[in-house]
C-alpha cells in the first residue's frame, strides 16, 4: 500500500489500487482522529467514507501519485486457538 | 517434455482448526416474547447449558442450567415468583444467581451463588453477554436501537431458526466481505460493494438487483427492484441490515437480523428475521406478507449458504483475485473477539475500507444471465 496524506486535513493513511474502480485505504487510530469528517459525525459514530479522502485519492491516481497494482493481503494469524484465558483485569 | 503448468507450484490449503475459545460479545439467542411464555427455557451456547426465565415483572434472566445443589436442570423446573425452582429438590433461585430459598432447609446457603449471565434487550431479541475472561461489556458496545421499533412502526419480526452443524460460525461471518458469493449463492447482482471495518463494527454497503433469470423472494416481486442494503456486523455474531427495495418509485424499508451463537466450536445457531415499516397505505397484514415474503426468500438464500458450508473445507489460506472481497482483513478484525482484551492489536480494531470493483463480474454476469434467458426461451 501506499502513504498519503488528505488534501484536506493531513491524515496520513495507505492506499491500494487494484484498478480504477477499487480502492482500499488502511487508516491509523492518528488518522482516525484527525480526521474532520469523522469527528463531525460523533464519537463512537460509523461513517462510510470521509469524501475528502475520496478526493484526494481520485486526485492522486489522476496525478500519477497512486499507481494500480496487483493484489498483496497482510498475512494474519489463525484464530486464537487453545490459549490459556487470563482473567481480566 | 514439460508442459509449462506443472512447474507452477501447487497450492496446498492450510485447513487450519477451529478455535476452542468462544468469542467475546453480545450474542442474540432469540425473540424475546418467546422467552415469556411462563416457562423457563434450556439454551445450549459456548460449549455449555443456560437456562432463561422471566421475572414476574416479565424481566428475563440467565442462568447456568445446573443447579448447584446436586445438578439439576433448572431449565426442567418452573419458575416460582422471581426465581426459578430445580426439578430435584425445588432449590429457588433468582434472576441474580442467588439462591432465595431452600423450602426443606432451615438455613439457605447464601455463598454459593450461580453464574447470572450480563443480558441486554433490544428491539425484541434478547442477547447474551460472552466473555472467557468474565469482563463485562462497555456501552459502546451495545446493539443500537431501531427508530420506532418501540412505537409499533414496524412489523413483528418474522424469526427463523436453523441449527448448523459440522461449522465453525467463522464461514457465516465470512460471507460479509464476499462480493461474488451473492451471484452464484444468493441470486443477487451486486452493481455496489464497500466494506469498512472500525472498531468492533463490521459494515458492508451493498447496491445489488435481482438475477432476471432467477427470481427470489428477496425482490418482494417487485419489479426491477433495487435493492440498497447497509449491513452491520456490531460484535462478532450480530449483524443488522437496513434494506430498501426501490422498484418504480416504490421504497419498502425493512431490516434484517443475521445473527448466530455457537453451541460448540464446530456447531452453530444460526438466526435470522426480518421486519418492514408500515408505511402509508400498507395495512398491518400488507406489512407482515412482505416481511413474510421476503423471510421465505431469505430462507431459501441461507438454505444454500448451509449446503456450501456442510461441505466445504476450512481454509486458513484463501487464494484471492482483485475482485474478491478483504478476507483477510476480515478475519484479522474477527480475531478480535478471540483473544484476551489485553492481546486486542491495533491492526484488529483500526478502520479499513474495502471498495470491491465489481465491472468485470457484472460484465460477465450479465453475458451469464442472458445466455440462461436465451437457453430458457428456446
New interface residues.
Partial sequence: MQSLACHTCGARVLVAK????????????EA?ESCREIATAGP?A????CEALDRTVDEAVADGVIRTG??I???????????T????? | MTVPQERIEIRNIDPGTNPTRFARGWHCIGLAKDFRDGKPHQVKVFGTDLVVFADTAGKLHVLDAFCRHMGGNLARGEIKGDTIACPFHDWRWNGQGRCEAVPYARRTPKLGRTKAWTTMERNGVLFVWHCPQNSEPTPELAIPEIEGYEDGQWSDWTWTTIHVEGSHCREIVDNVVDMAHFFYVHFQMPEYFKNVFDGHIAGQHMRSYGRDDIKTGVQMDLPEAQTISDAFYYGPSFMLDTIYTVSEGTTIESKLINCHYPVTNNSFVLQFGTIVKKIEGMSEEQAAEMAKMFTDGLEEQFAQDIEIWKHKSRIENPLLTEEDGPVYQLRRWYNQFYVDLEDVTPEMTQRFEFEVDTSRALESWHKEVEENLAGSAE
Fill in positions: 487494484y484498478s480504477p474502480a477499487h480502492t482500499s485505504i488502511q487508516w491509523s487510530d482516525r463512537g460509523y461513517v462510510m467514507r496487483n493484489r493481503d497482510p498475512t494474519i494469524a489463525p484464530l486464537a486457538s487453545t490459549e484465558v487470563a482473567p481480566a483485569r
